[in-house]
């Protein structure tokens, strides 16, 4: 059990960083290429689909770490979960 809510939660982690990674170094940079009048008009819906995804695999991540804790990994996994559980209030507020 606590092995795969280790994994559960590192999966989660780095998809969640990956899809951040992507979206500053990939994606905007190619949507302010098309000139601003389009970057505005596509950037509200690309950060709401975005905001779901980022904030469905942090929770997942913070669910799955406290899992991994309470079957007896280290303190640790507790404190990376709650950290990645941090940002889904930011998120979520920038959303709306």
């Not at 795969?4 to 990674?21: H, N, Q, T, Y």
């Not at 979206?23 to 009048?37: D, K, N, Q, T, Y």
């Not at 779901?52 to 913070?62: E, F, R």
């Not at 406290?66 to 920038?94: E, H």
Request: charged share 10%; with cysteine.
């Amino acid at each position: 059990m606590r092995q795969i809510a280790e994994f559960v939660s590192v999966l989660s982690c780095a998809l969640f960083a990956g899809a951040s990674v992507y979206i500053s170094l990939v994606e905007h940079p190619a949507r302010m290429e098309c000139g601003v009048e389009l970057a505005a008009t596509e950037f509200a819906p690309s950060y709401r689909r975005a905001t779901i995804m980022q904030a469905t695999l942090a929770a997942v991540g913070l669910l799955a770490s406290v899992a991994a804790w309470l079957a007896g990994a280290t303190f640790w996994w507790l404190v990376g979960g709650l950290l990645l559980g941090a940002v889904i209030p930011s998120t979520l507020i920038q959303c709306g």
